[in-house]
């Protein structure tokens, strides 16, 4: 089902060059602001907002599509690590109204410093 005006439900339906694969129940598809070299977003193709209003057949489609996007970004990029995460509801950082999952791929040397990931959202409480 799409909802007007959503960047996700209009790029199922209309930008399929942007598509990598799908399923029954999410697609993913390459960011347009990718933060790194082969970038991708796993998105359910139902309009839902956040991870816990999906359902247990949409959660386990989201993880498959994750394993298999992950597998084309290794056959294409090369990458040395990923990063995935989901950025549940606006002060979490969510800017696009529509759950999605980003898979970044990182690189050995691309920040001086990669402990602690995901911990480094709010600054100085990465390091450890």
Known sequence: MT??????????NSEKHLIITDNEFAYSGWDINPVSEGHALIVPKRHVLSFFELSDDEVLAIYALARETKEIIDAKYHPDAFNIGINDGEAAGRTVHHL????????AGDVPEPRGGVRHIIPGKGSY
């Open 100 to 107: 999605h999952m980003h898979l970044i791929p990182r690189y």
């Open 3 to 12: 909802t007007t005006n959503c960047l996700f439900c209009d790029r199922f």
